[in-house]
């Protein structure tokens, strides 16, 4: 049946969390040579950490923690989206560029959100 769920690879959050994550690693490296330990680095281990977070959420055998691990992943977004914004400020991308990161984020986000939502609803 279309639309089961058997893995947390089938939830839609992770799919668009585990591409956004690919996604900013490869810009990140475009990153000049001083940020590699600095915003290069911070920016993949968050982009990947927003995966795992799912993952990690999806795994755990009581839903009040899949909720929690799904709501750190959401805050994850924010980190995300500042880390952008410095991007942006030190004019390592274009404007252009980095709005279409957010975008992405911002998406993430909001299935998060109504993940969290559909969780928290059937619990009641």
């Known amino acids: ?42 920016l993949r281990r968050t982009a990947m950490l927003l995966a795992r977070q799912i993952a990690e959420g999806y795994g755990r055998q009581n839903r009040q923690h899949y909720v929690s691990s799904l709501r750190n992943a959401r805050t994850t977004t924010y980190d995300l989206d ?31 959100s109504g993940l969290i939502r559909s969780l928290e609803v059937n619990d009641a």
């Open 1 to 42: 049946m279309a639309g089961e769920i058997h893995s947390y690879r089938d939830l839609v959050a992770w799919q668009k969390a585990y591409h956004l994550g690919l996604t900013l690693h490869k810009f990140a490296g475009r990153f000049p040579d001083h940020e590699r330990f600095v915003l290069t680095s911070t």
């Open 82 to 112: 500042t880390q952008l914004m410095f991007a942006l400020g030190l004019q390592y991308a274009s404007e252009a560029e980095c709005n279409e990161l957010l975008s992405q984020i911002a998406e993430c986000g909001k299935v998060l």
